[in-house]
């Protein structure tokens, strides 16, 4: 189980780690805390060094309730971090977070090596055919709406049976336009409750035997850790930890995170679990 990375053939065989870089004012974690060059590279440096195998630049917030801003804003936020990230770092991997086929190129073009989309094309009709021909892996996740209304959007009769179906067009879509690499996130606490991203979490290895497709894993920090232990996301990494070792377990081959040397050493910890019963 490979993708292509700028020639760089990535075995997803043994899981990796995903870095998460957000370069806007409101996520609901980190926000505003790297939009100056001199924080995100401190930030990318330290991903880098502890392990991370992606960093992920997102500039446009997809928390609930956040902020619509304009293209433009997205890819002033975006590009000069990217263009000094891939300057200071030649080597480093890195997948844009949007849902914008401009965006997308730009940062393609600029240098980085996967696109990341919350909507799996659904946001902008130009999405498949635009990464089908950059030829770079396509993270495609699950969700209903848009980060604006998709809180509104959590009734379903069967969550997994909707996610199962949702993943199985896209990707015959994906396929039809030549996309090869295909990462599928079943995106956790977009459009979905709590308790809806925990029946998804304990069906993980259902999915990923359906699909086909290596997944990626993103709990950090988020409501379904938070919430449920009746604290702030700033106290949300241990919590954190505890779902990205049952994901591990399941069969996750991407952990995306803001805390990076945790993930790490929980990917270690599962795959000598797994050799000490083989």
Same mark, same amino acid.
Request: proline letters at 4%; charged letters at 20%.
């Given at each position: 189980m490979t993708i292509n990375c700028k020639g760089k053939l990535i075995d997803l065989s043994s899981p990796v780690v995903m870095g998460i870089l957000n370069l806007t004012p409101d996520s609901f974690?980190? =926000? =505003?805390?790297?939009?100056?060059?001199r924080f995100a590279l401190k930030?990318?440096?330290?991903?880098?060094? @502890?392990g991370a195998m992606f960093v992920?630049?997102?500039?446009?917030?997809s928390r609930p309730?956040?902020?619509?801003?304009? @293209?433009? /804003? /997205?890819?002033?936020?975006?590009m000069p971090v990217l263009h000094v990230l891939i300057k200071e770092f030649p080597e480093i991997l890195v997948s844009v977070d949007t849902f914008r086929s401009v965006v997308?190129? /730009?940062?393609?073009n600029a240098g980085a090596c996967m696109v990341n989309d919350i909507s799996a094309g659904m946001l902008d009709d130009a999405m498949l055919k635009t990464v089908a021909t950059l030829h770079v892996p396509y993270i495609m996740m699950h969700m209903r709406g848009t980060p604006q209304t998709m809180q509104q959007k959590?009734?379903?009769?069967?969550v997994l049976k909707e996610i199962l179906l949702y993943f199985s067009e896209r990707t015959a879509a994906a396929r039809a336009l030549g996309i090869i690499d295909l990462i599928?996130?079943?995106g956790f606490g977009f459009s979905k409750t709590p308790e809806q991203s925990f029946?998804?979490?304990?069906?993980?290895e259902l999915l990923q035997t359906i699909v086909e497709l290596p997944i990626l894993a993103g709990v950090s920090r988020k409501s379904m850790v938070y919430k449920t232990l009746g604290l702030t996301p700033d106290e949300a990494l241990n919590g954190t930890t505890a779902l990205n070792t049952i994901a591990l377990q399941k069969g996750a081959s991407i952990l995306r995170v803001h805390d990076v040397k945790e993930a790490i050493q929980c990917i270690k910890l599962v795959e000598m679990l797994k050799c000490s019963g083989s």
């Amino acid at each position: 189980m490979t993708i292509n990375c700028k020639g760089k053939l990535i075995d997803l065989s043994s899981p990796v780690v995903m870095g998460i870089l957000n370069l806007t004012p409101d996520s609901f974690y980190d =926000g =505003g805390k790297f939009q100056d060059d001199r924080f995100a590279l401190k930030q990318v440096e330290k991903m880098l060094f @502890e392990g991370a195998m992606f960093v992920d630049l997102g500039a446009y917030s997809s928390r609930p309730n956040a902020a619509h801003i304009s @293209e433009k /804003e /997205e890819l002033q936020r975006l590009m000069p971090v990217l263009h000094v990230l891939i300057k200071e770092f030649p080597e480093i991997l890195v997948s844009v977070d949007t849902f914008r086929s401009v965006v997308a190129k /730009e940062a393609v073009n600029a240098g980085a090596c996967m696109v990341n989309d919350i909507s799996a094309g659904m946001l902008d009709d130009a999405m498949l055919k635009t990464v089908a021909t950059l030829h770079v892996p396509y993270i495609m996740m699950h969700m209903r709406g848009t980060p604006q209304t998709m809180q509104q959007k959590t009734d379903y009769d069967n969550v997994l049976k909707e996610i199962l179906l949702y993943f199985s067009e896209r990707t015959a879509a994906a396929r039809a336009l030549g996309i090869i690499d295909l990462i599928v996130d079943p995106g956790f606490g977009f459009s979905k409750t709590p308790e809806q991203s925990f029946e998804i979490l304990n069906q993980l290895e259902l999915l990923q035997t359906i699909v086909e497709l290596p997944i990626l894993a993103g709990v950090s920090r988020k409501s379904m850790v938070y919430k449920t232990l009746g604290l702030t996301p700033d106290e949300a990494l241990n919590g954190t930890t505890a779902l990205n070792t049952i994901a591990l377990q399941k069969g996750a081959s991407i952990l995306r995170v803001h805390d990076v040397k945790e993930a790490i050493q929980c990917i270690k910890l599962v795959e000598m679990l797994k050799c000490s019963g083989s």
